[in-house]
Nanobody
Framework: QVQLVESGGGLVQAGGSLRLSCVASRSISSINVMGWYRQIPGRQRELVAGFTRGSYTSYADSVKGRFTISRDNAKNTVYLQMNNLKPEDTAVYYC?????????WGSGTQVTISS
């Protein structure tokens, strides 16, 4: 079992920045697949940014150049630095981990961008 706890969401104006954190209850040093997704009510959850095969990263086209995913294995934490935020980035952001025999999700953190 792994628990994932997200934090860092909030309300900011367009053009602002936020940094999301996802802390895992177990070591993530051996985890190759971990990332951030977001969901708007009535729409499917979509990948924002993620690690695949360890250090290789992927990003949704809509966030490339604005968002950066990083990890600190010593702190069991994955971060999402979000810059130049836009109203369309408004969503609940979820952390996902694939490993330890299953797929785990956090409970999400709300990000709201005002225009």
């Amino acid at each position: 079992q792994v628990q994932l706890v997200e934090s860092g969401g909030g309300l900011v104006q367009a053009g602002g920045s936020l940094r999301l954190s996802c802390v895992a209850s177990r070591s993530i040093s051996s985890i190759n697949v971990m990332g951030w997704y977001r969901q708007i009510p009535g729409r499917q959850r979509e990948l924002v940014a993620g690690f695949t095969r360890g250090s290789y990263t992927s990003y949704a086209d809509s966030v490339k150049g604005r968002f950066t995913i990083s990890r600190d294995n010593a702190k069991n934490t994955v971060y999402l630095q979000m810059n130049n935020l836009k109203p369309e980035d408004t969503a609940v952001y979820y952390c996902k981990l694939v490993g330890f025999g299953s797929t785990y999700w956090g409970s999400g953190t709300q990000v709201t961008i005002s225009s």
